[in-house]
């Protein structure tokens, strides 16, 4: 196995979108229950890249294996330097280290970006999930009881956090956010 983490490209959409759409079928950390298709993903693509929030995919050799992206956590301004990571990996792939690969890498991109906090939004409460972002600092900051209908049952969201650069400590460059 020979991992690596490189900036996502177009290209890369129709392997995005098999990963998330086995976790879209057969999880609880998307509430999503319908795959978006290979065109949707190059839309979300082109929309995070757009706004160069990092994009980044793990790859072994040229193959796809896992993802990570994080966005700003709400559209109104005085959110543009918090961010909310979203990160799958391929379902056979799992429990190899390319979750926390891909999640390194992406701490180190938004806080290079400005980001200045990372939030995790857990659907499900997913123990993998919860367990990789613990491990990479992330504290959990809140649950939510009971907000989706998933898979027959009612699912927690859990949301966990990460300061990043100098966090809450100072504020932030002046960089036109504000």
Same mark, same amino acid.
């Given at each position: 196995m020979s991992l690596s983490v490189r900036r996502v490209n177009v290209d890369d959409a129709e392997a995005i979108a098999a990963i998330y759409a086995h976790h879209v079928l057969n999880g609880t950390a998307t509430y999503e229950v319908v795959p978006p298709t290979g065109d949707e993903t190059v839309e979300k693509i082109l929309t995070v890249t757009g706004r &160069?929030?990092?994009?980044? $995919?793990? *790859? %072994?050799? &040229? =193959?796809? $294996?896992?993802? /990570?992206? /994080?966005?700003?956590?709400?559209?109104?301004?005085? !959110?543009?330097?918090? *961010? =909310?990571?979203?990160? !799958?990996?391929a379902h056979d792939r799992r429990g190899g280290g390319i979750g926390k690969l891909l999640l390194k890498a992406l701490l180190e991109a938004a806080d290079a970006y400005g980001f200045r906090q990372m939030v995790a939004v857990i659907g499900g409460g997913e123990p993998a999930s919860v367990a990789l972002h613990?491990? *990479?600092?992330? =504290?959990q900051v809140g649950c939510l009881t009971g907000?989706?209908? @998933?898979?027959g049952r009612w699912l927690d969201t859990v949301y966990m956090q990460i300061a990043l650069g100098g966090g809450t400590a100072?504020?932030?460059? /002046?960089?036109? @956010? %504000?």
């Open positions: &160069s929030w990092p994009f980044l $995919v793990a *790859c %072994d050799g &040229s =193959e796809v $294996v896992g993802y /990570a992206y /994080a966005t700003q956590f709400r559209d109104r301004p005085p !959110y543009a330097y918090a *961010c =909310e990571n979203s990160i !799958y990996v613990g491990s *990479c600092g992330f =504290e907000m989706g209908w @998933k898979a100072t504020a932030p460059i /002046a960089s036109g @956010k %504000d």
